[in-house]
C-alpha cells in the first residue's frame, strides 16, 4: 500500500485565528495533520481590505505564498508587491514579511522549509512598511 497523508485544508485542519484574537482572517496550518516532517503548509483566508496584524521572518525557514484566489499585497522587507490569483512569491530567510487581502479577500497557500517548529521565527504586532 502506498505511504501518503490526505486532509482538507478548510474542513479538516483548525483555524488557529480565533485563539489568538485575530479577526477577518482565518489561519490553518496543516503540517502535523499532513504528518510532514521536511517543511509546512498553511492556508489563509482574509476578508476584503483586511491586513495581517504582525509581520514575521525567519531565520532558516523559505516561504512560498501562492494566491489562489482573490488577491493580496505582500510586504516584503520595506517593498509592497501585489499579487494576483496565482501569482506565488518566494520570500527567503531573514526577510521580513505580511500580507493584506484586496478589495475582493485573498485565499492564499503558504509553503515552508525546512521544518523549524517555528524556533526560528520572530513577530512583530503592526509591523508593515511605509507605502
Request: aromatic letters at 10%; charged letters at 25%.
Amino acid at each position: 500500500m502506498a505511504d501518503y497523508t490526505k486532509v482538507n485544508l478548510v474542513e479538516d485542519v483548525d483555524d488557529m485565528a480565533p485563539g489568538f484574537g485575530v479577526e477577518g482572517i482565518q489561519a490553518r496550518f496543516a503540517r502535523k495533520n499532513l504528518e510532514l516532517t521536511k517543511g509546512g503548509v498553511g492556508h489563509f483566508r482574509i476578508e476584503p481590505n483586511v491586513r495581517t496584524p504582525w509581520g514575521h521572518t525567519h531565520s532558516e525557514q523559505e516561504e512560498i505564498y501562492v494566491v489562489v484566489n482573490g488577491s493580496a499585497r505582500f510586504a516584503v522587507g520595506d517593498e509592497l508587491v501585489d499579487a494576483a490569483q496565482w501569482d506565488a512569491i518566494r520570500v527567503p530567510p531573514g526577510e521580513w514579511r505580511g500580507m493584506e487581502a484586496g478589495a475582493d479577500g485573498a485565499e492564499v497557500v503558504a509553503f515552508g522549509a525546512p521544518f523549524t517548529d517555528n524556533k526560528d521565527a520572530e513577530m512583530k504586532p503592526g509591523w508593515w512598511p511605509e507605502s
